[in-house]
């Protein structure tokens, strides 16, 4: 174990050299990508002038889910409860391979820029489009961006020793502009590439990281067999008298019991609604879909989404087992199990599962100057190299069943201040949970039974080789990289969504009032839509900075679990109202409208009674009484449950709403169902400036009703 609160981070010259190195070489990218773009264009600034091959689209897609708020939460819910949470990462794949195969066909068939887009084409009129695209950009804010801005200047603060509330704001505005800079300057083109280097960056660093955080807790089995005992020295206990953060007996199952309260991760929730979840952000979200919609033609998006499911087996092994290794490693900090001790470590009294992957970040990777090191595999002390300049860590803690060697690495074992009494024996069988100080170096001459001999000095049991310097900075850019590839694909996805979908729709609005003259009633340039898109970038960034408050004193101590409460809140409608579109002809536009607003009321009113009602800590409820209504919708109702819930009854009231209003007249309907694109053959529209496309189908939109 190592936990040491007093701890502090240093980076040396070549962790700052690795980090510069870093950000010279994704702008010389960015700056390469952007020149050979046609960044004045929409289809070149939002598509990429449709020109990317499989490689880069397939790095792309998986760079944009993968940010830091993916090594944050999936780290730190690996930490808290096992490896339930890499269920997410494992269906992802298989779910990116019907995203290339069964949907990707549609949209590419339909010409379409954003998700949105396609409703309109499917149904005609605007206000599902227009409602779509709202939601879509309040999901962006409230998840993606909000999300991976906490857990990056989260990462900054624990990176700098900088604990107060400004640090972390600072953080997030240094953050917020490089990325924004990124996105308004280049273009989906910029992103792509950047996105590129990035996912190599990451998956490298991330694998350095693995294989020390193996090597220190003893392997796969070391891990296994640590794992149950990975609690904090100082618990607190609830008010049923339990105690606090103590890690799930089922920690290795993937599929959980479904008794209310007992697991985050019930197997219903996890095969059904995770399902549902999954099928929305694969093959729905604008963020995903729109790397596919850049490619070159349906063979280069097919081979991207392949390169990304293939590269989603990963984070189990790269982020989620290291993250279970950090509260071996780190238990009284990644598990501390008291609101004052967490309160003091992280500044969150709900846990500081979240600092998982930093710890090991900021304390494993690079051992300046090591004194000491502990055998994963057995209970001794490793030689130091003879020198009488090396001195012991007085402070170093261990596990109070180590019986610890005495004798020092000298061929004369002679100096009476190199010994080193043994740790005694408890009376009584000792839990490895529990913890002493390892005591003082004694001044005395030891006597031959108190004390075990050290091992001799050899260079078979000479010290771990620390990693070469600059591995921190390595993994601090990984980080970093992390936060860009995300934070650039969420911004640009979104601008292209508010840009195409809204302004054009307020655009179209002025024009059909008859106000002649004024600014918006003139036809749209690409460069004025252009612009409207970088404007849109900054305004986000102000609302994501709001909405951090928020994510920090959210009721979980785990970021994971945040993202997707709030995802499983919004989202099941909009994947029941695609799928309606998609595989029933019968759907109307009206079934999908009052499905949407259906399935809005239920969502929001579970989302207000989630965050307005916050119980307290674990140790802070002696006197709590959960009220009836709070244990019936959300103690007995996992999230994950509730999205099943949602998504069904979303389906029955499109169903019912549709088979009672007439169906959209056939002479009216875009060739955009399923059975249609089988082949993936391209709408010819595509290669049109969106302003023109619109022009060209205004007609078909006007008739369709509203």
Not at 170 to 188: H, R
Not at 363 to 374: E, G, Q, R, S, W
Not at 432 to 444: A, E, G, I
Not at 642 to 668: E, G, H, Q
Request: hydrophobic share 45%; aromatic share 10%; glycine share 6%.
């Amino acid at each position: 174990m190592m936990d040491n609160e007093e701890e502090t981070t240093v980076l040396q010259w070549p962790d700052v050299l690795v980090i510069v190195s870093y950000f010279l070489i994704v702008l010389a990218v960015g700056v390469w990508a952007s020149r050979r773009s046609e960044r004045s264009t929409t289809s070149g600034y939002f598509l990429a002038s449709r020109n990317m091959s499989w490689v880069p689209v397939g790095a792309s897609i998986f760079a944009s889910n993968i940010g830091s708020g993916h090594f944050i939460g999936l780290a730190g819910a690996g930490a808290a409860s096992g490896i339930a949470v890499g269920g997410y990462e494992q269906g992802a794949s298989y779910l990116l391979v019907a995203l290339g195969w069964v949907f990707v066909p549609v949209y590419l068939s339909s010409g379409v820029y954003t998700m949105p887009e396609y409703l309109k084409q499917r149904f005609g009129g605007e206000r599902i489009s227009v409602y779509i695209s709202c939601l879509s950009l309040a999901l962006a804010v409230f998840t993606k961006i909000s999300a991976d801005l906490y857990a990056g200047a989260l990462f900054m603060q624990m990176s700098l020793n900088k604990s107060s509330e400004e640090w972390l704001y600072i953080s997030i505005l240094i953050l917020l502009g490089i990325a924004a800079l990124f996105t308004m300057a280049g273009g989906l083109t910029a992103v792509v590439w950047t996105d590129l280097v990035q996912t190599v960056l990451m998956v490298l660093g991330a694998l350095v990281l693995m294989v020390k955080a193996f090597s220190e807790v003893g392997g796969y089995e070391g891990l296994v067999d640590s794992y149950p005992y990975a609690t904090a020295s100082e618990r607190a206990r609830n008010r049923l008298n339990e105690s606090c953060g103590e890690p799930p007996s089922d920690f290795m199952h993937l599929l959980r019991t479904v008794e209310p309260g007992k697991s985050n991760y019930p197997w219903i929730g996890m095969t059904l609604g995770l399902g549902i979840l999954e099928l929305w952000y694969w093959c729905m979200d604008q963020v995903m879909v729109q790397r596919t919609l850049a490619s070159k033609n349906i063979v280069h998006a097919k081979g991207g989404c392949l390169l990304a499911a293939y590269l989603k087996f990963l984070p189990m092994f790269l982020i989620v087992f290291p993250g279970m290794a950090a509260r071996v490693l780190y238990p009284n900090r990644v598990a501390c199990a008291s609101p004052e001790a967490c309160t003091r470590i992280c500044g969150s009294a709900r846990g500081c599962f979240n600092i998982a992957y930093i710890e090991l970040v900021l304390n494993l990777l690079p051992v300046v100057n090591p004194l000491l090191h502990i055998s994963s595999s057995t209970s001794y002390y490793s030689a130091l190299p003879c020198s009488s300049s090396h001195s012991l860590t007085p402070n170093f803690i261990l596990p109070a069943h180590f019986i610890l060697p005495a004798l020092p690495c000298s061929s004369s074992h002679s100096t009476p201040t190199s010994y080193l009494p043994a740790l005694p024996v408890p009376s009584h069988s000792p839990t490895p949970t529990s913890y002493l100080p390892r005591p003082p170096l004694s001044s005395h001459p030891p006597t031959p039974t108190s004390y075990l001999p050290a091992l001799p000095c050899s260079s078979s049991h000479a010290l771990t080789p620390p990693l070469p310097k600059g591995v921190r900075g390595l993994m601090l850019a990984v980080m970093m990289a992390a936060l860009m590839s995300s934070l650039t694909s969420v911004f640009n996805s979104a601008s292209t969504i508010f840009t195409m979908d809204v302004w054009l729709h307020l655009r179209r609005m002025c024009r059909r009032r008859g106000r002649e003259g004024s600014l918006l009633s003139a036809p749209p340039s690409d460069v004025e839509l252009v612009v409207v898109a970088r404007i849109f970038v900054t305004a986000m960034v102000g609302v994501s900075v709001v909405w951090i408050p928020v994510i920090r004193n959210n009721a979980t101590s785990e970021l994971f679990d945040y993202i997707n409460t709030i995802n499983s809140f919004l989202a099941p409608p909009i994947c029941a109202v695609y799928l309606s579109a998609l595989f029933w002809n019968r759907t109307t536009e009206a079934g999908a409208f009052w499905g949407l607003m259906f399935g809005l009321a239920v969502g929001v009113f579970r989302f207000a009674l989630e965050f307005t009602y916050t119980p307290p800590p674990c140790g802070l409820d002696a006197d709590y009484v959960e009220p009836a209504i709070i244990t019936a919708l959300l103690t007995r109702l996992h999230y994950l449950h509730f999205c099943c819930l949602l998504f069904f009854l979303t389906i029955l009231v499109i169903f019912c709403v549709s088979l009672t209003t007439p169906p959209r007249p056939k002479d009216c309907r875009r060739e955009v169902k399923m059975m249609k694109c089988s082949k993936g053959k391209v709408n010819p529209l595509l290669k049109m400036n969106p302003v023109h496309m619109q022009a060209a189908s205004e007609y078909l939109n006007d008739t369709s009703g509203k």
